[in-house]
């Protein structure tokens, strides 16, 4: 294999990097969720409170 | 690739009395000054990575991370007050994520002697599945996350006492006494004690004499709990290196430790139907399961032959499993069902 060829991954390889990824997307997803319920919670009612 | 190619930094060899009485046991002892006792094949080099997700679930120690929630869990119910239920369960995850992540820690930097233990010998790490580097990065950054996120969600106290505990378990437990001395169990107990008293911070802001009392019967239940594992498996410690007390004084020094604790959580495992925390369901349960944790170590220590005395020590070690998820139970029943809790020695003081 020429060095410039890089790294080939094989099958097995780019398999477990998918759901690597996969699994990365997910925890970010839920992150957002997460961070959008704490705010959500957090504020409460006071959203209310405030002038309009 | 070794562990220290691969950017770990072993522990150094420092002066231990416990160590050279280790080294001169029947057992071939691993050197712990040794840097290169795991060969090239056991471990994951740079390159493409063969890691599945769920051999990095298995470095979080999903089976330790349910009693942790668990514990949290009762100290957040029992806590007066009200935390919002989806701030809770957000709270609890993030205690699950942290436990996680101190697992993870735990699991880098003792990959050499969990390679040499067979009860640990497939984990990811030594079995070649994950690089050292990548559970580290995996642990460190979930520490920070859950930290983060517990602060934010709750308070800083509670954030503050969970990073305190992924750091008293990574630091002072896995990295310093776990190696040191037999008492590193009993010391580092307290990482796994703390749950309690961050989920009853998360709840109030504050920790309480009622926390730490949870704190306590933890940290107590903690020392017998896990030196009958350690009866049963103090070869796979020797071998190790780890000095774990029947490596390092001996089985029959053992019983008596196991004994002695055992009577002291007892009386320990009452007390919260003392300050409050408790009903007569509560009373009536700690009393008759710390008695009988009592009876089962004292099997242990008058049983010390064959087979008998290695059913003794897992008898005790399944049972202390079941008091103090009873206990907690317990405890979590009667909050949840609103049963008013006794308060008689203490009543007016608190």
Known sequence: MAEEDGVRLTTEQQRQRRRRNVAIAWALGALVVLFWLVTIFKLGGNVLNRPL | ?350
């Open chain 2, 1 to 350: 690739m070794t562990l220290r190619a691969a950017g770990r930094v072993r522990p150094s060899g420092r002066s231990c009395p416990e160590r050279a009485q280790l080294k001169s046991g029947a057992y071939p002892v691993m050197s712990l000054a040794h840097d290169d006792h795991l060969d090239a094949p056991t471990l994951t080099g740079p390159g493409p990575s063969l890691a599945g997700v769920e051999d990095f679930v298995a470095l979080l120690k999903p089976r330790v991370m349910s009693l942790v929630i668990f514990t949290a869990l009762v100290g957040l119910v029992a806590a007066p007050g009200g935390l919002h239920p989806v701030l809770g369960a957000i709270a609890l995850l993030c205690v699950a994520v942290g436990a996680g992540a101190s697992g993870a820690l735990n699991m880098w930097w003792d990959a050499d002697i969990d390679a040499v233990m067979t009860r640990t010998q497939n984990r990811p790490i030594p079995a070649g599945r994950v690089a050292p580097g990548e559970a580290l990065g995996f642990g460190l950054l979930l520490s920070g996350v859950s930290v983060m996120l517990l602060g934010l969600a709750t308070n800083w106290l509670a954030g503050g006492l969970l990073a305190f505990t992924i750091f008293f378990y990574v630091v002072v437990y896995t990295m310093w006494l776990k190696r040191w001395t037999p008492q590193n169990i009993v010391i580092g107990g307290l990482a796994g004690a703390l749950p309690p008293m961050i989920g009853w911070a998360a709840a109030t802001g504050t920790v309480g004499l009622e926390s730490a009392t949870l704190v306590a019967i933890i940290f107590m239940w903690t020392p017998p709990h896990f030196w009958a594992l350690a009866l049963i498996k103090s070869e796979d410690y020797a071998r190790a290196g780890v000095p774990m007390l029947p490596v390092v004084a001996g089985e029959d020094e053992t019983r008596k430790q196991i004994l002695l604790y055992s009577i002291a959580l007892a009386p320990l495992g009452v007390l919260p139907a003392a300050i409050g925390l408790g009903g007569w369901a509560y009373l009536a349960l700690s009393s008759v399961a710390g008695l009988a944790f009592v009876g089962f170590a004292w099997r242990v220590y008058r049983l010390r032959e064959g087979v008998p005395a290695r059913r003794a020590a897992g008898k005790l070690f399944a049972y202390s499993l079941f008091y103090l998820t009873a206990l907690f139970a317990t405890i979590l029943i009667e909050k949840s069902l609103g049963v008013a809790a006794l308060t008689a020695p203490f009543d007016g003081w608190m």
